[in-house]
């Protein structure tokens, strides 16, 4: 069954083309979405990569991000037919398994939904502030915002997450069926509430997507895991990004049992990416 990998992209051409070049296969289709900030000329991307167009202009922490994966999905469904996954990673992750073996691992996943989730609240993930206040960006934004939080925690008001939804947050990357994200998408359209309360929520690419799979049917069929290899230990207490993976990594991505680790980035990560190239390699010949 054929695989739709979806990197989204905003800066190093060449991590990236190394990247959709790993991943070359009859049975991938890759898509590129690259933020309309960045630098990167999409001329030279590679040629297997196929470009989700309009560019859309990306800030971390805000709607945008998830504004731009919603895209992102709408073309795929558009274009792609039939698939079993859409793999959503970002232009900063590296594959730990050669094409063949990433393959019969996600056929052994069929009809799952790899997605990291916790539910929020006191006995989950403490973070529900993020919704229950309002965020937004640009000065003005935040100015208002932090007016009418300031009178909301006055007078003991606080926002319930839409549609009365249990909420629930995780990793922004995630493994979904092709019937998984048409369901996000046709909700989205149907349901123009979703948008407007969560363009006031603080890094929303955390909650979105597991809300409104937690609160669907698809529930059933999560698996919570990713199958991402991120080291936020390493990066300290109250990081805002993971810790940058370097050769000093390798043997914990040795014994992984993820598809992909991430964060690389050069140069901190340039002696790690041909050792990962020669883990698959020896993955490949049936090697552990």
């Given at each position: 069954m054929r695989q739709v990998i979806l990197i989204h992209a905003h800066k190093d051409l060449g991590q990236l083309n190394m990247l959709v070049s790993q991943l070359v296969d009859d049975d991938f289709l890759i898509y590129v979405n690259v933020d309309a900030k960045s630098a990167i000329d999409v001329n030279d991307l590679h040629p297997a990569a196929r470009l989700v167009l309009p560019r859309i202009a990306i800030h971390w922490g805000q709607f945008s991000q998830v504004e731009a994966t919603l895209h992102s999905m709408r073309q795929v469904i558009l274009e792609a037919g039939p698939f079993d996954?859409?793999?959503?990673?970002?232009?900063?992750?590296?594959?730990?398994?050669?094409?063949?073996r990433l393959k019969m691992a996600l056929a052994?996943?069929?009809?799952?939904?790899?997605?990291?989730?916790?539910?929020?609240?006191?006995?989950?993930?403490?973070?529900a502030e993020r919704f229950q206040y309002f965020h937004a960006g640009g000065a003005l934004g935040a100015l208002a915002c932090r007016a009418a939080n300031r009178l909301m925690r006055v007078i003991g008001v606080r926002r319930a997450m839409v549609n009365g939804w249990q909420p629930w947050g995780g990793s922004s990357w995630w493994s979904l069926s092709r019937a998984c994200v048409e369901a996000i998408v046709e909700q989205v359209r149907t349901d123009p509430a979703i948008v407007r309360f969560f363009r006031r929520v603080s890094c929303p690419d955390e909650l979105f997507f597991q809300t409104l799979v937690m609160n669907s049917p698809f529930r059933t069929r999560v698996v919570a895991d990713n199958y991402r290899h991120v080291d936020w230990a390493g990066a300290g207490a109250g990081a805002r990004h993971p810790k940058v993976l370097d050769a000093r990594?390798?043997?914990?991505?040795?014994?992984?049992?993820?598809?992909?680790?991430?964060?690389?980035?050069?140069?901190?990560?340039?002696?790690l990416l041909p050792l990962l190239w020669q883990l698959r390699e020896s993955r490949e010949r049936g090697e552990p």
């Open positions: 996954k859409l793999v959503f990673i970002s232009a900063q992750d590296a594959p730990l398994l050669p094409n063949r052994a996943l069929a009809g799952r939904e790899l997605l990291d989730c916790v539910a929020v609240g006191p006995q989950g993930w403490a973070c990594d390798f043997a914990t991505l040795s014994a992984s049992r993820a598809h992909f680790c991430r964060k690389l980035e050069t140069p901190a990560s340039a002696a």
